[in-house]
């Protein structure tokens, strides 16, 4: 069984900065990606982030690129994202995902994620 746990939630003000962190937790399943997805209410889940565990590669939603860096951390199959110059709109749930294989074209669709936390809500208000 394997367990994705975020940590790092809660509220900042509009320009400031966030942390999020996330492990997976497998006896016998090492992760080829872990990413970031996010809910705003009454909105539909969307992609963040994502970066292959192997050679660091990353990817990012348009909306958050230049302000979000996601990066492997020292403990195996654990990653952060780091939110800079965060907005209103950005107040979400934010979800991580754990997954295999996959070819970077599909690295954005969550359906090819097989695991995920239960979220942590960040939320930007002044």
């Known amino acids: 069984q394997v367990q994705v746990v975020e940590t790092g939630g809660g509220l900042v003000q509009p320009g400031g900065s966030l942390k999020l962190s996330c492990a997976a937790h497998g006896r016998t399943w090492g992760p080829y990606f872990m990413a970031w997805f996010r809910q705003a209410p009454g909105k539909e889940r969307e992609f963040v982030a994502t970066?292959?565990?192997?050679?660091?590669?990353?990817a990012y939603a348009d909306s958050v690129t230049g302000r979000f860096t996601i990066s492997r951390e020292s403990a195996e199959d654990t990653i952060s994202l780091q939110m800079d110059s965060l907005k209103f709109e950005d107040t979400a749930v934010y979800y991580c995902?754990?997954?295999?294989?996959?070819?970077?074209?599909?690295?954005?669709?969550?359906?090819?994620?097989?695991?995920w936390g239960r979220g942590t809500q960040v939320t930007v208000s002044s």
């Open positions: 995902a754990a997954g295999g294989l996959m070819g970077w074209e599909r690295v954005k669709e969550s359906a090819r994620y097989n695991y």
């Open positions: 970066i292959r565990l192997s050679n660091g590669n990353t």
